[in-house]
């Protein structure tokens, strides 16, 4: 059981829209900032956003991050092949006193 | 170019050791906090252990706690996890990150099995 709550799967055709959520508490996303992840099978994790909204560099404007209270989205456009991929928000949490992250949201496109 | 090359995975018995090590280069290694993150076949990311810069403050999950230690040696620019007590449901890729998570190494496979 994940500590930040994501929706397991999402599909779209390409060329479209998806918004994968990531909610939390007040321990976590409340206080702290928010990172997503992408990882394709059998690869390590990589970072896609970083202060809920910053994209490192390298990274295509086709993705975008926000944050509102105790939950953040991740927002990915024109979707191509190349993106299917797991999708994972991580964040600190003060009570726990580490790292945290989502269970994870596996991306298809059609 | 920021690198984390972990090693010292392998196979281990129930209840044996391992210690994993992680190289780093390309940044000012003594800058950065760092942290070990696993994830078992098929699951998804956990966290496992956070040490600071001056290996003042440390910090554990619940489920490795008292049989995992974290340190650090920066003249070397090396992480290391050592792993005692080792079981089954310690099976997993273990990455090393630097700072805010902000970039991962490979990756070490540890399989605790009989």
């Known amino acids: 059981q994940s500590v930040l709550t994501q929706t397991p799967s999402v599909s779209a055709a390409p060329g479209q829209t998806v918004t994968i959520s990531c909610s939390g508490s007040s321990s976590n996303i409340g206080k702290n900032s928010v990172s997503w992840y992408q990882q394709i099978p059998g690869t390590a994790p990589k970072l896609l956003i970083y202060d809920n909204n910053k994209r490192p560099s390298g990274i295509p404007d086709r993705f975008s991050g926000s944050k509102s209270g105790t939950s953040a989205t991740l927002g990915i456009t024109g979707l191509q092949t190349g993106d299917e991929a797991d999708y994972y928000c991580?964040?600190?949490?003060?009570?726990?006193?580490?790292?945290?992250f989502g269970g994870g949201t596996k991306l298809t496109v059609l | 170019q920021v690198q984390l090359v972990e090693s010292g995975g392998g196979l281990v018995k129930p209840g044996g050791s391992l210690r994993l090590s992680c190289a780093a280069s390309g940044f000012t290694f003594s800058d950065y906090y760092m942290s070990w993150i696993r994830q078992a076949p098929g699951k998804g990311l956990e966290w496992v252990s956070y040490?600071?810069?001056?290996?003042?403050?440390?910090y554990y999950a619940d489920s490795v706690k008292g049989r995992f230690t974290i340190s650090r040696d920066n003249a070397k620019n090396s992480l290391y996890l050592q792993m005692d007590s080792l079981r089954a449901e310690d099976t997993a890729v273990y990455y090393c990150?630097?700072?805010?998570?902000?970039?991962w190494g490979q990756g070490t496979l540890v399989t605790v099995s009989s």
């Open positions: 991580g964040t600190w949490d003060n009570s726990l006193s580490g790292w945290v």
């Open positions: 990150a630097r700072g805010d998570i902000d970039y």
């Open positions: 040490i600071s810069t001056n290996e003042y403050t440390i």
